[in-house]
């Protein structure tokens, strides 16, 4: 790649986190944007700068030093859960939007045109507003593509979902020139759409970097897991689509048939989604699930990272899925999995993980008897698989976005 001086300058969106500034953990989107903020400093901090829509609805560039300010304080929050009190949150809120409220950057008319990077899907369902972006900046348009699946399964969608979903995929590929996909799954389920839209941008496939690593500071697991019992842990928003109702309906036959104090506890993180009330009236009214399945809501990045490595696995038992960065983040405590066998879940873990059909009752609670045990064998076949293994990393995400960039420049 040529020097970094001959290169357009990079403007990352950054709307998204601004967008979430109250809220005290983060999605896997949130995530996105923020390691694509981290990736860029570190690799080309000279051609980078920020814009963002605010939240008070203005468009503009943002300061650097705020910036920077405002991603150190965002996962410090993320990192401990939140904020001390509902003062410290709006304090915290106040002095963040006011230091990164938009500005008007002067553009050198002589200067390549720059690139406009967002990781995030916000503002995708108003493409006006990213029209005025790209003409107001005479910029390029890149962007992430998390998954189509309000698309290829509305089903699990909110009401409404397939069609917002659709004005955003739409938005995206008439104005990119560029997409960065999250797996070649999902680069073959936008394919088609470049067809109907009639416009192929250039398109690149760059796996997700791993978040949590190993707490090394002693941060002790959540008290669910104090009693010693062993364990299973679920990770993602409880929705139709994750599958939650599958292990609840297999820990009530095993606390019915062997006693709650007699099997390993399963352990749900994630907030409550949509369209869930049958997972919702299993956790809070089964009485053969007291005990024996703890809901944990949203823990912390350190909460998160004391509690796996001392599970017996991750359970992923989606329908569908755009990547697998709760895959990902397992493998790289060493820590088993079980998942369905969907494809993008196949490029997340790779010939590690113990694959099943999402369907298979049977067959999930012999691989959970299995892993639940000392001498488990699919445990030593991960093992011994991971050897071989290399999680995917945020470097490589960034440096496969600077290949893209540089293709559109020749």
Known sequence: MPASGSEPEIILDLSRLLSRVLHATPTGVDRCEMAYARGLLAAVPERLRFAAVHPTGLYGCIPT???????????????????????????FATGALAALRPRVHRRDPSAPRPFYVQASPNNLTRPDLIAKILKR???????????LIP????????????????VRIRAILNHAEGVVCNSQATLDALTPWMDVVGRHPEAAVAH???HLHRAADGTAPPICVADGRPYFVCIGTIEPRKNHLLLLNLWRRMSEERGSANIPKLIIVGRRGWENEQVVDMLERCPALKGCVEEQGRLSDREVAALLPGACALLMPS???????PVTEALAMSVPVVCSDLPALHEAGGGVPDYQDPLDGPAWLKAIDDLASINSAIREKQIAALRSWQSSR??????KLLELLHRLTL
């Open 151 to 166: 698309l290829q399964y509305p089903e699990y969608a909110r009401p409404g979902g397939a069609a917002q979903h659709e």
């Open 65 to 91: 030093d705020a910036v920077l300010r405002f991603l150190d304080a965002t996962e410090e929050r993320w990192d401990h859960k939140g904020f001390g009190s509902i003062w410290e949150m709006r304090r």
């Open 137 to 147: 900046e005479q910029a390029r348009f890149i962007c992430l593509v998390h998954d």
């Open 319 to 325: 329908f569908a899925e755009g990547y697998g960065m």
């Open 394 to 399: 945020w470097a490589a995400h960034i440096a």
């Open 208 to 210: 997700l970097g791993t």
